[in-house]
Structures are given as structure tokens and as C-alpha cells.
């Protein structure tokens, strides 16, 4: 069983398109994240959420909106795609605060 | 902002040799981990270190932690071809709700047949 699994896995689009990316974990934990890693591997954190509630959001534009309909789902819906939202998007969940995070495989978004 | 910087950027050894990975970070932690991503996967944990710890073993994995350094290095021994992967540290800061990890740049480790 695949423990944070999210789809698609490849997702390209237009300019000015809305899309959004799905993450499902059965492992019962309570926090959930999505990360963004860029071009040269970069890792950063956009969200965190703990029990549905938003924790974190990292300066990032407000054309990206997390929604968690239950705590083993966070999606990521990005309105207005731009050619620097090209990346790979990663969905973590964690049973604690701190402790390990589980990934999901990512979803490679191009946008042309 | 970005917490961990690893060195080297890219690593290249022979199977059978160690591999290290170094990692410095500039704020309190709570605690580092390292974390392995093969090419089109996620990342896979590997360690968990505290702050109160100073070295940590798993099966081929060695890591060390110095907080007065505010640096952890990572040793793999005995390297294999399945190795080859990008190494990530990441750091759960202090004061930072640690509802967040703060990921390095990575290494990027080839091992060759």
C-alpha cells in the first residue's frame, strides 16, 4: 500500500489555466505538507496543516490555496498558473511535529 | 530561508569505497535528518538525529552531530551502487513550532560499478 500517494504525476499546462494536485495518506497522521522543489533540487515548505487547520504558509502567492477536506487529504489548487510554477511538488505528512516526513512521489507541473 | 547547506554539491567514489556528506545549518535546533531522494522519486528518511546526540549508526549509516559547529555529517560506508541518489539534511528548528522542516540543497552521490 502506498503510504502518501498523489496525483497526477505529470501535469502540464497553459499560462492562466487553474489546476490542482491531489494527496492522499493513510499512514493516520496529523500534519500534512506540500513542498516545492525547483530546477536545482531546492526544497521549500509552502503549507503545513495540523488536524485541517493551516499552520504555515511560506510568503507563498495567494494564487496557491491548500484545501484538506479531511485530515488524510491535502490538495493544492494553484489558480492563474505562470511559467515560474514550473517545478516538482511534493506532499509530505508526519506523525508529530518534527518527526520524519513521509513523501509522496511528486507531481512534475510545466507550464508553457 | 534556507537552513542546511551540504558540501560536497556532487560526489563521485568507486563501489566499495565511503561516501561523506557534510552539512551546516545556522540557527537552534531540536533536531536533523537526512533524507535520500532517487531520481523522480520522493524523499525517503534515512536518520534522525537529536540535539542532545552526538553520533547516531544505522546498519551503513553514520551520523554525527556537533551543535557548537552547528554542523552533522553524514558517512556512508561500504557504498554500492544502489546508493547512488541525492542526500538531503533537514532541520527542525527551534522556536519554529516545528511544524516545518528545513531542507539543504542536497549532495548529489554517484557510485560506480
Known amino acids: 500500500d502506498t503510504a502518501v500517494s498523489q496525483t497526477p504525476k505529470y501535469l502540464v499546462t497553459q499560462m492562466g489555466n487553474d489546476k490542482s494536485i491531489k494527496c492522499e495518506q493513510n499512514?493516520?497522521?496529523?500534519?500534512m505538507y506540500w513542498y516545492k522543489q525547483d530546477s536545482k533540487k531546492f526544497l521549500k515548505i509552502m503549507f503545513s496543516?495540523?488536524?485541517?487547520?493551516?499552520?504555515i504558509n511560506e510568503t507563498v502567492p495567494n494564487r496557491f490555496s491548500p484545501k484538506s477536506p479531511d485530515k488524510a487529504h491535502l490538495n493544492l489548487h494553484i489558480n492563474s498558473l505562470e511559467l515560474g510554477d514550473s517545478a516538482v511538488y511534493f506532499c509530505?505528512?508526519?506523525?508529530?511535529?518534527?518527526?520524519?516526513?513521509?513523501f509522496g512521489n511528486g507531481t512534475r507541473l510545466t507550464v508553457t | 530561508s534556507q537552513q542546511g547547506e551540504e558540501d560536497p554539491q556532487a560526489l563521485s567514489i568507486q563501489e566499495g569505497e565511503n561516501a561523506t556528506m557534510n552539512c551546516s545549518y545556522k540557527?537552534?535546533?531540536?533536531?536533523l535528518q537526512w533524507y535520500r531522494q532517487n531520481s523522480g522519486r520522493g524523499l525517503v528518511h534515512l536518520i534522525l538525529i537529536r540535539s542532545n546526540e552526538r553520533e547516531k549508526h544505522s546498519g551503513r549509516l553514520r551520523v554525527t552531530l556537533d551543535t557548537s559547529k552547528k554542523s552533522s555529517s553524514l558517512l556512508i560506508t561500504a557504498s554500492r551502487a544502489a546508493d547512488t541518489a541525492s542526500y538531503f539534511c533537514a532541520t527542525d528548528e527551534s522556536g519554529a513550532g516545528s511544524y516545518q522542516l528545513t531542507f539543504g540543497k542536497g549532495t548529489k552521490l554517484s557510485v560506480i560499478p
Open positions: 499512514l493516520g497522521h496529523d500534519t
Open positions: 496543516y495540523n488536524n485541517k487547520e493551516l499552520i
Open positions: 540557527t537552534s535546533i531540536n533536531n
Open positions: 509530505a505528512s508526519s506523525q508529530a511535529p518534527g518527526s520524519p516526513l513521509h
